[in-house]
């Protein structure tokens, strides 16, 4: 735990050392960014080609509409000017029948629709026969009628003339009677707005658009009508429509106001890009953040296992030192060694192993298992490793060598005990001296055969029992090898101890070679070169 909160200490330092600047953004972010922007850019375009398409369908809708109520007024122009034609021909034109009859049509009124109607000579239209309403027609107004009138002499359909630029601007209507021989022909004003201004009403269907209504097919600025406004926008959206009137043509043009389709289409397209953008905005800050924390989280790592495997190289070289540099080069012997930490943990282990050189007949073998990890396990190990080569060059056997131990250890008060086999070896009698405190027995190979050595195994060094430990003589044959080891050489998590023991026993049993060549091969194959454990193996190969 310490290491881990020492390796986040040190990426910290080195993170905001050299941190990244906030405005460099990581490709991913960029790409959230351009996708988002992408499709928030793609739904407003959407959103506002649909609000103009839906605006323009409208729009041209309610000039239909405009157009049809406009076509469907005609009647009220064209039945009282036959009407009137019909009462001239029956009664010979009489003035009072004709006053009685065109009374709520002619006048200044309200509602009257012509404000003069007089009736002329079908043959001769010099003068008007008979005039009504209050306003008679007089000089330019008679002329003009006079020659719109002798232009088409005894029209029987509806006939309509531009007054536009007349004193008083108008629009003209002459019609005759349909009957075969007519005498006389009906004309009739209807007045115009001073200013070709009216005003659609705030409950009209159409108060949401401006108008302008134009003479002709074209949109003549000097041939209006009416209008909604005296000044109409001649930008944005519009729509018109050309439609037939009388005789002649009429040019419509609609402007919306506002829009026809409500707000909220025409706001759709700003809330998805304001909408758009903040979400946008917040999946990139999201993702940076995301990003950002992974390369700390990965310079953490990276820093914590140097620190991790700077630590394990200083445990390993540690307990490395603690070990013998070189092995003796004796008459008549070969000895070998491996020594490999486990893959778990930084602490220094207690596993090691000694040749201790007594004379010139007899040698020490010792390897011991100190329990638990860390400086505690390697202070122990170090001062038992010491204290056996001291007893063993004063000529102490290995159960008395073992004795001596016991006095240095004690597990309640130092929390740790230690296993140990002890081996002298008699080089010209050959044969093995003994004593075992609670360690793995040693593994003898001799002409292709491998049997564990008996001992009788004593109590492990620090576990006071009282017993002394015992001695187990033993001969061995010639070109023998004896194999001593740790419990991390053959242990495995959930197996059995007499199971891993036995399946290092068939292990090394049938490998040629060199010394060297058999522990590589017994160590390779019993951990698949990597100890999960703390692993000592030594071997003792006798040359005759």
């Known amino acids: 735990m310490k290491v881990v909160q020492a390796g986040e200490s040190n990426g910290r330092r080195a993170t905001q050392a050299n941190p990244r600047p906030w405005w460099l953004l990581h490709r991913l972010t960029l790409l959230v960014l351009v996708l988002g922007f992408a499709v928030i850019t793609s739904l407003a375009v959407a959103a506002w080609a649909i609000h103009s398409s839906n605006e323009n369908r409208l729009l041209h809708q309610r000039v239909s509409e405009a157009s049809l109520l406009l076509t469907s007024g005609l009647p009220t122009i064209a039945s009282p000017m036959n009407a009137a034609a019909e009462v ?54 008679l002329g003009s009628a006079r020659r719109f009138l002798a232009a088409s002499p005894g029209t029987t359909t509806l006939r309509v003339q531009d007054l536009l630029d007349a004193r008083r601007p108008s629009l003209g209507y002459a019609v005759a009677s349909a009957r075969p021989g007519h005498r006389y022909v009906v ?145 008549g012997l070969e000895f070998g060694a491996r020594y490999e930490p486990g893959v778990e943990g930084i602490e220094i282990g207690g596993d090691w192993y000694d040749v201790v050189d007594i004379d010139e007949d007899r040698v020490l073998l010792v390897v011991g298992d100190v329990s638990g990890r860390g400086l505690g396990a390697g202070a122990v190990m170090a001062s038992l490793r010491y204290a056996i080569r001291a007893h063993a060059t004063q000529g102490d056997g290995p159960a008395e060598i073992l004795e001596k131990l016991g006095t240095m250890l004690n597990v309640v008060r130092d929390k740790h005990f230690a296993t140990v086999l002890c081996i002298e070896i008699d080089r010209k009698a050959h044969t093995l001296r003994i004593a075992d405190a609670g360690h793995p027995a040693g593994l003898l190979l001799s002409n292709g055969d491998a049997r564990f050595v008996d001992v009788a195994i004593g109590a492990p060094i620090g576990v006071a029992t009282g017993r002394p430990f015992q001695e187990t003589v033993t001969t061995i044959p010639p070109e023998a090898t004896l194999l001593m080891f740790t419990d991390g050489l053959f242990e495995r998590r959930g197996e059995p101890v007499d199971e891993g023991m036995e399946r290092l026993r068939t292990t090394s049993t049938g490998i040629d070679g060199t010394l060297d060549e058999l522990l590589s091969a017994v160590f390779d194959r019993m951990t698949g070169g990597v100890a999960s454990d703390d692993t000592a193996l030594l071997g003792i190969r006798w040359r005759s």
Do not use: C
């Open 88 to 141: 001239a021909e029956s009664t010979d034109a009489d003035p009072a029948k004709l006053q009685a009859f065109l009374a709520s049509s002619v006048g200044s009124a309200p509602g009257q629709r012509f404000y003069t109607l007089s009736v002329w000579s079908a043959t001769k239209p010099g003068r008007p026969i008979v005039e009504l309403g209050p306003n008679h027609l007089s000089g330019a107004d």
């Open 187 to 331: 004309y009739a004003r209807t007045m115009l707005p001073a200013d070709r201004t009216q005003r659609t009403q705030s409950a009209s269907a159409f108060s949401g658009l401006n108008y302008v209504l134009y003479f002709g097919a074209k949109e003549d600025p000097t041939r209006i009508l009416t209008a909604s406004a005296p000044n109409l926008p001649t930008h944005g959206r519009r729509a018109s429509q050309v439609i037939t009137f009388v005789d002649t043509r009429l040019r419509l043009v609609m402007y919306p106001k506002g829009d026809l389709g409500g707000p909220l289409m025409a706001r759709l397209p700003w809330l998805i890009i304001i909408v758009g953008v903040a979400t946008t905005l917040g999946f990139g800050l999201l993702a940076e953040r995301l990003i950002r924390r992974r390369e700390l989280a990965q310079a953490l790592a990276a820093e914590n296992d140097q620190m991790y495997q700077g630590q394990r190289t200083v445990a390993e070289t540690l307990q490395r030192s603690l070990l013998p540099d070189v092995l003796p080069d004796l008459p």
